[in-house]
């Protein structure tokens, strides 16, 4: 489960400073977020429990967990993960078909054991099979429409690295992945617009209704948009509540499924990957992720006894847990949830922090609102009251 070491690497990494993801002006799709670097000509939506890989300088994101398969056994830290991104190609080919013949020339070149798996068998028409099946892709602006797309399906073996339980080296694996790939052409002719999706070969199934159906609407595909200009970052905007106090400020998202709000003085980090709040001093902050298990019936105590504490131990300088656990209700609606608030002290980097962390079982997805302050000068004190209110005012849709 590699998301907590997700979280881990946030809880640190959020006391320095906000993290500005590009975002388009439109808005995202229900569940959906935005993570499209800037200047593209297009706008890629995922579903908001993937990771954006957008400030990699690539439009995508990725899904990732923990690897427990016998082969993974004596990694300090290995994960198997699914992967969606989209680029825009500049190339002269004349059609799909001839671009796709000069990307698939590359892969065998490339890839080991490369074999493209035909959309349909054998036929009088297609004796060794069709290739590649026909969707579509929208077009935004003054050229609305559709733009024609085909997809192809295919695997490779590929190599993954993974540190040794003592750090001192990289283990090398080989595993075949398998790939979903939707190509349509330019509507100006400039070249081609890629969609990729891609997982190991046994975990290939769990995402790809995700990123495409047979009809791809309410998909990655049905709501990926070609645009005539290209996108610039801009903030994404906020829950516009008309109850909001002068004391207390949405720092969630319209597409969020739940309402964050926080002081009034804290400054909001703008982020497509989850919504956090920074502390006047700049010395806390506070942030909110998702959980989505593949146990529904996973309970707060399995969650952070069996995925935190483990990964935080590996992360972590030091750790040491409080024997105080915080349990009860969450939010305005004071709704019986099953949420319980651990609290912990941590080193990395020689500087000690402490941490305030809530686990929320909502709805069969598992919520983590997090408060990071540094241990050393007095700001977890400081700040835990509006900590608590944030909790207090914490609502889900």
Known sequence: ????????????????????????????????????????QFILYVPMTWISNSRSGVSGAYYTTADH????????????????????????????DAYWEKLSAYYKETYEAFVVLPHKGPSAEYPEGQIYRKT?????????????????????????????KELTEQQSMSFTRKYCQVIAKAPDGSGFFVLTYTAREEDYDTFIDTFIYEIPDETVVGEFIILNEKTSTTAPKLFEDP????????????EMPYRFYVPSDWRVGHTTEYPSAY????????SVNIY???????????????????????VFDSLTVS????????????DAKNAKTY???????????????????????????????????????????????????????
């Not at 400073?17 to 499209?36: E, R, Y």
């Not at 502390?279 to 506070?286: K, L």
């Not at 050393?376 to 900590?387: A, C, H, I, M, T």
Request: net charge negative.
């Open 279 to 286: 502390a006047p001093s700049g010395s806390a902050n506070v």
């Open 136 to 164: 579509s892709l929208d077009i935004f602006g003054d050229d609305a429409g559709m733009c024609a797309a085909q997809v192809y399906v295919f695997s490779a073996k590929v190599k993954e690295f993974a540190p040794d």
């Open 343 to 397: 609290t912990f002290d941590a080193s990395i980097g020689g500087k000690d922090y402490r941490y305030a962390q809530t686990v929320i079982v909502h709805s069969s997805l598992i919520y983590v609102v997090t408060y990071t302050a540094l241990a050393s000068d007095g700001s977890f004190e400081q700040y835990l009251e509006d900590y608590n209110a944030m909790l207090d005012a914490f609502t889900f849709r």
């Open 292 to 314: 989505v298990p593949s146990n529904e019936a996973l309970s707060v105590d399995a969650y952070w006894e069996g995925y935190c504490l483990p990964e935080y131990e590996a």
């Open 69 to 96: 398969s016998e082969q993974g056994q004596d990694l300090a830290h290995h994960s198997k993960y699914w992967t969606i991104t989209a680029q825009k190609v500049n190339d002269a080919s004349e059609s799909i």
């Open 243 to 254: 109850d909001t106090t002068d004391d207390m400020i949405p720092a969630s998202t319209n």
């Open 1 to 40: 489960m590699r998301k907590i070491r997700f979280i881990a690497a946030i809880l640190l990494l959020t006391l320095v400073c906000g993290v500005f993801a590009a975002c388009s002006q439109n808005q995202a799709p229900t569940g959906m977020m935005d993570v499209t670097c800037e200047g593209e």
């Open 323 to 334: 024997e105080t656990v915080g349990e009860g209700t969450i939010g305005v609606d004071k």
